[in-house]
């Protein structure tokens, strides 16, 4: 969806009220047109939660035509930036065309008249920076991407090796835009990194798929790896972590898409580029799941216990030795559900 208020109404169609009534009455959502973040919901123990919509709440609801959305650490700050591409030499969208169109082609206008009179949307692409996670600012000017194009792919990689994302963005009839990323010199006690070369195993070797989950000072980073990203493009195959100001990772882990193996490391050196091979993977440990039932039952053995010594004390010996065997037999007899029930009250 366009920024400006001019072009909202340029690109968009307003419903009629025909398609409202018929939405509300036949039970289906209203239509918006603008961008959407989905953000995964999480599991509740085994059952995953739906994503939740915060287009409008991170502020990255309306950037034009939007090719290449790329989220990448580009301020090697520990969190995900964003930079979308844009531009139309031919906006077959654009509603007063369409109505001229509609009214001329055909009849009065020929082919060559009508290409001539497809408007032209030469505007600059966007770069977002993420501030709190969910929250980004514009830093279109500042980060010099204020420039009119017709940008479609774009792809983010480290050309000059010095630890931060450069920006490659491909122009319809202009020189391609490739912009240096200065955030190591001009930051650099706050911009520390790790970059991960995965090597997987035949007939995988690029590691596509691969999960990498990171842990540092509290801070936890999870990335799978797939190259294929924005419109037509690709990005480069090194993982890329920002850091900020943590001079020491404490744990990564590799999943391996093939074979499911993993990769434990510990007390990783920031700044620099590791290798990492699936053919040292390891199978990963198995831990024997806990049900409910077994976190309960040191607590209903306690409590179990403590009623039935007061109900042996307040009987005779005699009839102790018929309790305790009639009470022993019952409860090897007794359903799971039963003992889960009992659980549940007892604690």
Known sequence: MPEQYFRKKQTINGNSYFIYVNNEKYGYEQQYVRNMVQIHGGFLDTTMLPFN????MAGVYQTEWSWSPLLADFDNDGDKDLFITNGFPKDLTDKDFTNYKAQVYGSLASDEHMLARIPIVKVPNYAYENTTGL?????????????PSFSNGASFVDLDLDGDLDYVVNNINDPAFVYRNNTIEKFKENSNYLRINLQGETPNVAAIGAKVELWAKGSYQYVEKFLSRGYIS????????G?????????LR???PSSKKVTDLKSIKVNQVIILKESDAVAPVVRPRVNKLQKLLPRLRISLT????????????KDRISFLTSFLKSVLEWPRAILMEMAR???
Do not use: A, Y
């Open 243 to 251: 850091l900020g100001n943590i001079s020491e990772i404490d744990s």
């Open 345 to 347: 009250k007892i604690c």
């Open 306 to 317: 403590l009623r039935i010594l007061k109900m042996i004390i307040s009987i005779s010996f």
């Open 234 to 241: 690709s990005v480069d195959p090194i993982m890329h972590f």
């Open 53 to 56: 919509e915060v287009g409008q």
């Open 135 to 147: 929250q980004f600012v514009n830093r279109t000017k500042d980060w010099g991407l204020n420039i």
């Open 254 to 256: 590799i999943t391996w």
